[in-house]
């Protein structure tokens, strides 16, 4: 499937994105990614069925930087879940649907993200940000 | 400043999508822009507050392979600068729906008879939201 593209997007230092959307039945993985372009990403967050771990990485002028994992799977195949990500001058702070957080350096110090995307076997449904 | 862009909505037909957003205060005029892509517009959704010579109106088209078609315009206006508004919209092969804040209704036939939305765009409101059933 084609990734969910959205440009321009407005969410400074301090604000956060919630999104909510429905993960598949024979879902492998999925990725939400934010940051300035697709080749320049602040927070690759990409939950991965198969692995049962979360792999967080950002990536510089389409290069990856290394990755971090956390084994925290709190949601299954099939569900509807909401995931809400901080942006901070230093990090992103993910909420995960059961409430634990996780967060990943803001490694490029944006201070501003215009560009988010989300690939793989998720749905989204809403989307907000304030 | 462009304004936000999605592709790759994957918007079934009859399912609906709210947009809702905040109209600034000096507002003249926003644009909802719904279709393919950016050259192929279900639905050009043009509030004027005031603009173009038109107050307080309503202005919808379409646009096919970059060529506008024919303006409808709307008196209903229930917007106002400054306050949060939402917009919904679904659409099927015949025609898009558009409910506005209030609950009133229009419709705009779909020229082009496309079935699902892929394209988003949106200008000169600040989106708080989106969401999709």
């Not at chain 1, 290069?63 to 509807?80: L, V």
């Not at chain 2, 790759?8 to 947009?19: I, S």
Request: some cysteine.
């Amino acid at each position: 499937m084609s990734k969910f593209e959205v440009h321009n997007l407005e969410v400074h230092k301090g604000q956060t994105v919630k999104i909510k959307g429905q993960i598949s039945g024979h879902a492998q993985s999925f990725c939400i990614n934010l940051g300035k372009s697709a080749s320049d990403v602040g927070l690759h967050f990409n939950p991965r069925f198969s692995e049962g771990t979360i792999v967080c990485n950002s990536k510089k002028s389409n290069s990856w930087d290394s990755e971090e994992r956390h084994k925290h799977m709190c949601f299954s195949k099939g569900s509807e879940v909401k995931f809400s990500i901080e942006l901070h001058g230093d990090k992103f702070q993910v909420k995960l649907p059961d409430g634990h957080q996780i967060s990943f350096a803001n490694r490029h110090k944006y201070e501003k993200i215009t560009y988010m995307s989300v690939e793989g076997d998720f749905k989204v449904t809403s989307f907000k940000y304030d | 400043m462009a304004g936000l862009v999605i592709n790759n909505l994957n918007l079934k037909p009859g399912k609906c999508m709210g947009v809702k957003g905040l109209v600034p205060k000096d507002c003249k005029s926003f644009v909802i822009n719904i279709g393919k892509d950016s050259s192929n517009v279900v639905l050009h959704f043009n509030a004027r507050f005031d603009h173009e010579g038109d107050v307080n109106t309503i202005v919808c088209n379409s646009k096919e392979a970059e060529v506008w078609g024919t303006e409808q315009r709307e008196t209903t206006f229930p917007f106002n600068q400054g306050d949060i508004a939402e917009i919904c919209f679904s659409c099927d092969k015949s025609e898009v729906k558009v409910k506005l804040p209030g609950g009133h209704e229009f419709k705009f036939p779909n020229r082009q008879s496309l079935d699902i939305i892929n394209y988003l765009s949106v200008d000169g409101i600040q989106i708080k939201g989106l969401n999709f059933d």
